[in-house]
């Protein structure tokens, strides 16, 4: 995180960006610090993609300033720019070997074939790719493309590493291993990292702090807790997980909503609701799915308002309340698990 | 009505399905005509083609006489004949290495920088000659490259005459106006020919994923250096491709260089001179089989420097 007095590594001052009239980014502001792993994070069209690429080079703000290492880099076209891209497509040179593709941006550079040789086995060593120089990139799975994109974006040291959607092409178990080894390269490299992402699992699990992007405009900015617990906003709260937004009146509080975690709620039978401590929401249990880890229950509510609560597979709670199904249930949580959302 | 459509729909579906199960008759069925019209009328013409060039002409009476033998082709090797090969060689070449430098700029500027508007409009406006009589754009030119035509007017009015006569003045390619000389010639191969090198560039760039592009840039690459690393290499089979139309056709074609141009033959010429009033088939034919000979060296060698290597 920013030191106090550090120049950021990339700032953006009320950068907006419009596309006719269409207004892709309103007005954002945000600074990253050096070494940082920063997400951003937003369903599509939100305007996290257009921030990456205006901090790339391949856009440029309709009004505002964007700024790398404190220097205002207006309209610098990428190649003038200290700032590294891994595409989502990884976008690896079709004609060159896997040392080439890793070599090039030292070889645009002059760097004598011999030492960017090395180099470039070197980097691929660090990506756990050592011995895959002499290959065409289309011999390879999607997993080591982006592998090889990730060496040739790191090649040449730059201070900043943007990643559009990097995980995006990989399945789930590839994508696992992956996240965790980019955390751990990023730590080892100190490089500022800023990547792009529509996944929440992968926003939480590796930034530092994440920007919530939504219509353009950035919801809420913060530590991965920050978002996950307390949340700015309803659109933060059901895009970042899941959660119950509950209107104060239900529960006979002020005219506020409040956003409730499924699974910070019980599910217990009617029966023996009044020895349970707690806020209760009496309903109808009507579906439970099954998550692998954890079922998920949709009620009714009394109300008419429909409701989720999410309990660990196999707990006796969840035996008894899939044994409930079509029965009435009643809900059961902590006030100290409501939180208040801006309305 | 009823029952007559379901019985149509019951033999077709009889067909249907005894044409799924077996895929080696349709594909016979599907095959048959393109390989009849091919194999018979195509390759035999070729074929045929190919052994009369081995025959000769007997020098008394005119009369071929049909027995293999290399003494056509010992004619073809004269050196009055050489002249024409030689020639027409050259004159492909040229064209061909010009073709690309005017197709590869301006199929860039269509592929990645017009709008879609333009685009078509470009598109269009390289396409449209082909819509039109081939003899009539090549008479057009004659009337442009004329002693008194277009082009010399154009050059009197902006005083750049001098230009034009120290052009016709070169040894070899000058002559005694454009429409007389091989600049001449060359110019109206390069525009008839043109299309065919710029549709293949065109299809080979727009093939190129626009991030790879951008991954350039992103790794440093000025416009210069993304276009020698990155463009070049992956259209190369587009250039080649365009190449081989123009260097075929030019070596190929007997109407431009007859109108445009000084008297001297170009193989097509030769081989129309030969078979028409001279008679002399085997000759017309060695003369044939000339281009398609260069052609498979050209082949061979665009081959061996790796032009198809990233097809």
């Known amino acids: 995180m920013t030191g106090e007095g550090a120049v950021p590594a990339v700032e953006l001052r009320s950068v907006t960006r419009r596309f006719g009239a269409v207004i892709a980014l309103d007005g954002i502001s945000f600074a990253v610090g050096g070494g940082e792993f920063f997400g951003m994070l937003g369903p599509s069209g939100s305007g996290k993609t257009t921030c990456l690429r205006m901090i790339a080079g391949f856009d440029v703000p309709s009004t505002g300033e964007v700024l790398i290492a404190g220097r205002s880099v207006g309209d610098l076209p990428p190649y003038e720019r200290d700032a590294h891209t891994v595409f989502q497509d990884y976008a690896l040179f079709p004609h060159m070997s896997v040392a080439d593709n890793v070599a090039f941006p030292l070889m645009i550079a002059k760097v004598p074939q011999a030492q960017r040789h ?34 040739r974006a790191l090649i040449d040291q730059p201070s900043v590493l943007l990643l559009d959607e990097p995980l995006g092409a990989l399945d789930l178990k590839l994508r696992e291993d992956m996240q965790r080894e980019l955390k751990e390269l990023q730590r080892s490299l100190g490089i500022t990292f800023i990547f792009v992402t529509h996944d929440q699992g992968e926003a939480l699990g590796m930034s530092d702090r994440v920007a919530v992007f939504n219509q353009g405009r950035i919801e809420q900015l913060g530590t991965p807790d920050d978002i996950y617990d307390r949340p700015a906003s309803e659109f933060v709260a059901t895009f970042v997980g899941s959660a119950n937004v ?12 409040f956003a409730l975690r499924p699974e910070r709620v019980r599910l217990v039978a009617p029966g023996v609701a009044q020895l349970v401590p707690g806020i209760k929401l009496s309903g109808m249990l009507r ?10 229950f949709s009620l009714a509510l009394d109300g008419g308002q429909a409701f989720h609560a999410t309990l660990r597979h196999g707990d006796e709670e969840e035996i008894a309340a899939r044994g409930r199904l079509g029965q009435a249930i009643v809900a059961v949580f902590d006030r100290g ?5 801006a309305s | ?3 007559k459509a379901t019985a149509a729909t019951g033999s077709l579906r009889r067909i249907a399905t005894f044409s799924y199960s077996r895929p080696g008759f349709v594909l016979l069925l599907l095959l048959l005509p393109p390989m009849l019209w091919l194999g018979v009328i195509y390759l035999g013409s070729l074929f045929a083609l190919f052994a009369q060039s081995f025959f000769h002409i007997d020098e008394f009476s005119g009369v071929i006489v049909r027995e293999v033998g290399l003494s056509t082709y010992e004619e073809l090797f004269t050196p009055a004949n050489m002249d024409i090969l030689l020639r027409s060689m050259t004159m492909a070449a040229f064209v061909t290495v010009a073709a690309a430098f005017v197709s590869v700029p301006l199929a860039l500027y269509i592929a990645l920088y017009a709008g879609p508007r333009l685009k078509a409009v470009l598109y269009a406006a390289v396409l449209l000659p082909l819509w039109s009589s081939y003899l009539v754009r090549v008479y057009a030119w004659k009337l442009i490259l004329a002693k008194e035509g277009i082009v010399s007017w154009a050059a009197g009015s902006v005083g750049a005459q001098g230009a034009i006569d120290w052009a016709l003045n070169l040894p070899v390619v000058g002559g005694p106006s454009l429409s007389t000389s091989y600049i001449g010639t060359f110019v109206v191969f390069l525009y008839i020919w043109l299309p065919y090198a710029i549709l293949p ?10 991030t790879l592009l951008d991954a350039a840039a992103d790794l440093g690459a000025r416009p210069g250096a993304a276009f020698r690393h990155v463009i070049v290499p992956l259209i190369v089979p587009g250039i080649a491709a365009g190449s081989i139309f123009t260097f075929s056709l030019t070596l190929g074609d007997y109407i431009i260089p007859g109108i445009i141009g000084p008297p001297p033959l170009f193989i097509g010429q030769a ?13 017309a034919a060695a003369f044939s089989v000339a281009p398609l000979a260069i052609l498979a060296v050209y082949l061979f060698v665009a081959r061996r420097l790796g032009a198809f290597d990233a097809l």
């Open chain 1, 337 to 341: 698990d409501l939180k208040p959302l």
């Open chain 1, 246 to 257: 509950i209107d104060g009146a239900l529960i006979g509080a002020a005219p506020q909503r």
């Open chain 2, 271 to 283: 081989v129309l001179a030969h078979q028409g009033a001279a008679g002399n088939l085997p000759l």
């Open chain 1, 118 to 151: 090395a180099r470039a086995e070197e980097t691929l060593e660090r990506v756990k790719l050592a011995g895959f120089g002499k290959r065409k990139p289309s011999e390879l799975s999607g997993g080591q493309r982006q592998r090889v994109a990730l060496a």
């Open chain 1, 287 to 296: 579906d439970a799915q099954h998550l692998g880890a954890d079922t998920r």
């Open chain 2, 201 to 210: 560039v065109h299809a080979a760039l727009e093939r190129v994923p626009r």
């Open chain 2, 1 to 3: 009505m009823t029952a």
